[in-house]
């Protein structure tokens, strides 16, 4: 178990040669395993919820929409949704435009989580930005947009390729 104590000896150790991928690794797994202890009441977990809020955001999307939205894999995000769809928070409905596609939408129910779901992200951000002035909190922003934007050219080549 992390203790507080092991906590302040990770931080006194110098660590200018730990790579950034590192930090921003820590900082993901401890959200999920943070976003997954809170959501477990909601029967939700921090894989999912991502859908939740970006059928929230803007119903009417497809699984595809979704995926790129959040550049998951299509069968990730296939999996996802099936599992919300299961749990009565999500369904989907025939596109009036093309009747082979279907939209996702939030049930009653799924709608009925989202105060607990926002407020949960909330408490995170302000535990993570506790602390931070505007400033640092709009740099710290700018910068990990910045790193977002390479990784992602990095991966698919191009800015240009982005999209597929």
């Known amino acids: 178990m992390l203790t507080v104590n092991k906590i302040k000896k990770i931080c006194e150790n110098d660590l200018n040669d730990v790579p950034l991928g590192i930090f921003v690794s820590i900082i993901h797994r401890t959200r ?21 809020i970006g059928l929230y955001k803007k119903e009417g999307q497809t699984q595809e929409d979704l995926a790129t939205h959040f550049f998951i894999d299509k069968g990730t995000v296939a ?5 919300l769809e299961d749990k009565g928070f ?7 435009e093309n009747r082979r596609r279907y939209l996702l ?45 390479k990784a992602l050219t990095k991966l698919h080549g191009t800015e240009e390729n982005l999209d597929e």
């Not at 999500?90 to 009036?96: E, N, S, V």
């Not at 049930?107 to 535990?127: C, F, H, R, V, Y």
């Open 90 to 96: 999500i369904c989907r409905r025939i596109d009036p």
């Open 79 to 83: 999996r996802g949704v099936k599992k």
């Open 32 to 52: 999920m395993m943070y976003l997954n202890n809170e959501l477990k009441s909601l029967n939700v977990t921090a894989s999912q919820f991502l859908y939740l």
């Open 105 to 149: 939408y939030l049930t009653p129910e799924g709608k009925a989580l989202m105060p607990n779901i926002l407020g949960i992200i909330q408490d995170w951000e302000d535990s993570m930005s506790e602390g931070l002035t505007d400033t640092e909190k709009n740099k710290i922003s700018e910068l990990l947009k910045k790193l977002t934007i």
